[in-house]
């Protein structure tokens, strides 16, 4: 597959590259002899069939990262993929020096990530985010779960376990944790713009089939900048779509 798809590309670069090269006017490119044979006007010279494939190939690695490691940045958590094991706890928890309302924990990276998403909303909108929840172990959310399993997740398939994860919502604590927080500032800044920083918005508002979870314009994931930009550039806006993963809409 790999060895067929280089092939194709190198036959579309040559195409491409010959017909750069009729079209050089000095003729120099075709080199000595070939211009008193070569036919002068661009109509003569055979069209390329296609345009070139290169910019639509999708060379993205989605094997790069493991799905099911919970250290992985890949991890895939949902309700029909919990966390292994259950009450895993990341060891590289630091506290996220950021605003907030409960104090922050994530693992180093997506501290970092934060740290300069939130910068990056100061410096190019003006914009003041706080966390509002970030880390939750195992039996933090044993404390949250409230039997309503659109809005919060069971202990062990909790996002927020993994470390990765983190609801933001704005200084003022306008529309914290609901679904208007899409049409703040904030929130609109972090849809555009979470991507740049390796964050996804995890449970978008028309793939509640999917995620298994109500729209939650504050719930960010970590997930690195190369998936992060992928899916943004795609339009794939669920990692269970991205990865063909099954969907989880309820607990199995
Ligand atoms: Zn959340």
């Known amino acids: 597959m790999a060895l067929t798809l280089s092939l194709v590309l190198i036959a579309a670069s040559a195409v491409v590259i010959g017909a750069v090269a009729g079209a050089d006017p000095t003729g120099d490119a075709a080199g000595p002899g070939a211009a008193s ?28 990262h493991s799905l099911d490691d919970p250290m992985s940045i890949w991890v895939v958590v949902n309700k029909l993929r919990p966390l292994n094991p259950p009450d895993f ?9 950021v605003e907030h ?16 998403m939130f910068q990056a909303a100061a410096d190019e909108a003006g914009l003041e985010l706080a966390s509002n929840s970030a ?11 409230d039997g309503d399993d659109l809005l919060t997740a069971r202990p062990g398939y909790s996002e927020h376990q993994t470390g990765l994860t983190m609801d933001i919502g704005a200084v003022s604590g306008e529309c914290s944790l609901a679904a208007c927080f899409a049409d703040t500032p904030e ?29 939650e314009p504050w719930h960010f994931r970590y997930v690195g900048v190369p998936l992060a930009t992928e899916m943004h550039e795609t339009g794939v806006v669920t990692l269970e ?4 993963l099954p969907a989880a809409p309820d607990y199995g």
């Open 101 to 116: 309302t409960w104090d922050p924990l994530l693992r180093q990276e997506a501290a970092d990530a934060i740290v300069t």
């Open 187 to 215: 929130g609109i800044w972090l849809r555009d713009n979470a991507w740049r920083f390796g964050f996804i918005l995890r449970y978008a508002a028309d793939k509640t089939d999917v995620t298994g979870y109500s729209f």
């Open 135 to 145: 880390y939750r172990s195992y039996s933090a959310q044993e404390e949250i779960y």
């Open 89 to 97: 706890e990341p060891p590289d928890l630091v506290d996220v020096p």
């Open 241 to 244: 779509e991205f990865f063909g």
């Open 37 to 64: 044979d070569a036919p002068k006007t661009p109509t003569s010279r055979p069209a390329p069939a296609e345009p070139p494939p290169a910019a639509s190939v999708d060379t993205f690695d989605r094997a790069a």
